[in-house]
T-cell receptor, first 110, second 115 residues
């Protein structure tokens, strides 16, 4: 079975630009969560979606938004990029307690 | 504030030795405690997890010990191997309200196993 997939793998953007990251969950999983992992730290929760509805939001500015589609895939959007947004963005899918992470998208903002 | 505190930050162990990583939490509403293993450039991989109704869970060389009264849990890696060299994260979550399944991570422990 395919695990969680994310695209793109790497991305380089300039300050002020917008970025869209994509995630496909494990088949049968209806919940998708997004996390930001800055180098040397643990992942920080950004959003959780279940059945296309937002179920939770972490302490991130409104520049961050997300949505979940009918096939349970998800997009994370970040507007007006800042240098501090440079990080590994992780998507996790779950159907119960266990959350399974994808390989992440490495975003570099210059 | 950091909801889950993890120590040590780094750990060096000889091949065949026991690696021990500790975590502590404050929020008694947490009811699920997973450990993740992360290799450079990869996403975290779920290693083993425990619920607070048991004090220990073992899967192969990996054991979680859980002390509910002390609000602490630890990961023991028996017979540590060079291939275990990675960053390990403890985490906690609570399944209630709007924060269903949100994981709170520790800062991570970088484990190096010398051959």
């Amino acid at each position: 079975d395919a695990g969680v997939t994310q695209s793109p793998t790497h991305l380089i953007k300039t300050r002020g630009q917008h970025v869209t990251l994509r995630c496909s969950p494990i088949s049968g999983h209806k919940s998708v969560s997004w996390y930001q992992q800055v180098l040397g730290q643990g992942p920080q929760f950004i959003f959780q979606y279940y059945e296309k509805e937002e179920r939770g939001r972490g302490n991130f500015p409104d520049r961050f938004s997300a949505r979940q589609f009918p096939n349970y895939s998800s997009e994370l959007n970040v507007n007006a990029l800042l240098l501090g947004d440079s990080a590994l963005y992780l998507c996790a899918s779950s159907w119960s307690y266990e959350q399974y992470f994808g390989p992440g998208t490495r975003l570099t903002v210059t | 504030q950091q909801q889950v505190k993890q120590s040590p930050q780094s750990l060096i162990v000889q091949k065949g030795g026991i690696s021990i990583i500790n975590c502590a939490y404050e929020n008694t509403a947490f009811d699920y405690f997973p450990w993740y293993q992360q290799f450079p450039g990869k996403g975290p991989a779920l290693l083993i997890a425990i619920r607070p109704d048991v004090s220990e869970k073992k899967e192969g060389r990996f054991t979680i010990s859980f002390n509910k009264s002390a609000k602490q849990f630890s990961l023991h890696i028996m017979d540590s191997q060079p291939g275990d060299s990675a960053t390990y994260f403890c985490a906690a979550s609570m399944n209630r309200g709007s924060t269903l399944g949100r994981l709170y991570f520790g800062r991570g422990t970088q484990l190096t196993v010398w051959p």
